[in-house]
């Protein structure tokens, strides 16, 4: 079976995003759920531990039975945990505040226009899963895919030979703890037993049907290496994930440097594109260590240039992706939704 027809057969992937218990309005968009909202309450920062008190216990439950139920500073006050009394907390603003939003897409957006709201990055990463897995639901191209996981999960990037090679960072985190063989390889480890080094299969058009099946495992590598199909999906993935969240047409093409004297606007997808396209846009000099930070660089142009502010159309706007000194990658996905130069919001 080629990689085209397994693709056709998978019917679902990414089950822990919880994407299959939310409702959708008629165009589209998610609307939250009773379902999704005890499938939050089944976290391991939410399950009431052993030692947990009665006050705890039965919140949990209340909630288990209608997840809707009001979570008041009374009910709050009777935890004799302070830890369970924020997490509780942070719970309860965060479900508050998706229920306060007709759709999910909505609640996520006023996360970054509402300057008061702030929530843990699981919680924000999360509500991108959920919001990823809907967007790509008639995808079926397992490197867009995986590439879409670098916008909720952390990733390790190492660069050799022109491969930029991007691993899930807890699975690699995981794996150097255990070996891959779970309890007993922690245990070995603790020992000071020698462990295999982590070896994670690289995504590629001979393997990438296998996807389908792990993908909830995260264990994939992807290649964005230009001209690589890991690159060309993410660009794919970006323009998807503006078309939905914002209803505005983008063409994204990688390129591998910006050569554009008129340079107008840029986004960094992350903290260290945004440092380093900010430094080189002010004609600040870059070093090469830092320079080489850069993973990915991409030029977007509006299918429609109405929607652009007045002073930019006809005008691209670059984006970067980068690793940080210890080669994390940390996507933000919102700087795709607030940064970029359109009329509306200006």
């Not at 309860?92 to 957006?109: G, S």
Request: charged fraction near 25%; charge should be negative; hydrophobic fraction near 50%.
């Amino acid at each position: 079976m080629s990689v085209v027809a397994a693709a056709e057969a998978a019917v679902d992937f990414w089950r822990s995003s919880g994407w299959h218990l939310l409702d959708r309005d008629a165009s589209g968009r998610h609307r939250l759920s009773d379902a999704f909202l005890a499938a939050w309450l089944h976290r391991p920062e939410l399950v009431p531990p052993e030692e947990a008190c009665p006050a705890e216990r039965a919140l949990h439950a209340a909630l288990l039975r209608d997840p809707r139920r009001p979570i008041t500073p009374v009910s709050l006050v009777a935890l004799r945990d302070p830890d369970a009394r924020e997490n509780w907390g942070v719970f309860a603003a965060f479900r508050d505040h998706l229920l306060a939003h007709p759709t999910l897409e909505d609640a996520y957006l006023a996360l970054f226009v509402e300057p008061a709201v702030r929530f843990p990055a699981l919680f924000l990463d999360q509500l991108v899963h959920a919001l990823l897995r809907g967007i790509l639901e008639s995808a079926r191209d397992p490197f867009r895919a995986r590439a879409a996981e670098c916008l909720f999960r952390e990733q390790r990037a190492t660069v050799q030979e022109g491969a930029v090679l991007l691993a899930d960072a807890e699975t690699i985190a995981l794996r150097a703890r255990t070996g891959g063989l779970g309890r007993i390889g922690a245990f070995l480890r603790e020992a000071g037993a020698p462990l295999a080094p982590v070896e994670l299969d690289v995504l590629r058009p001979d393997n990438a049907a296998s996807y389908w099946d792990r993908s909830d495992l995260f264990d994939t590598v992807l290649d964005l290496g230009f001209g690589r199909e890991g690159l060309d999906a993410l660009a794919r993935v970006l323009e998807a994930w503006i078309g939905h969240m914002l209803g505005v047409a983008a063409r994204i093409q990688p390129v591998q440097q910006i050569r554009d004297e008129r340079w107008s606007w840029h986004v960094g997808l992350d903290a260290e594109a945004t440092g380093i396209l900010n430094a080189l846009w002010h004609g600040q000099e870059v070093g090469e260590d830092r320079l080489a930070r850069l993973l990915a660089l991409f030029r977007l142009e509006f299918r429609d240039p109405s929607v652009v502010l007045p002073a930019l159309r006809g005008r691209p706007v670059y984006l970067a992706l980068a690793r940080d000194a210890a080669g994390r990658v940390r996507c933000k996905p919102q700087n795709l939704l607030v940064n970029l130069p359109l009329a509306a919001a200006g």
